[in-house]
């Protein structure tokens, strides 16, 4: 048998550590093929509204690219 620890690591102790393991990765960001706004993959454009080439959600405030 190897070492093994004396004592149970907490899961708010594990928790804490973890914390840090996903603050350093940023979402990854693509751009739309309709409006070549970024957004996130797998998700309908926020900006004009449009999936895999189609429209699916009406977008009622269109919003304008920051300047
Ligand atoms: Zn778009």
Known sequence: MGALPKRKYAKARQGRRRGHLKVASLPHI????QCHSPK??????PTCGTYAGREVIEIKTPRKKAS
């Open 30 to 33: 693509e751009l739309c093929s």
């Open 40 to 45: 996130l993959p797998h998700r309908v454009c």
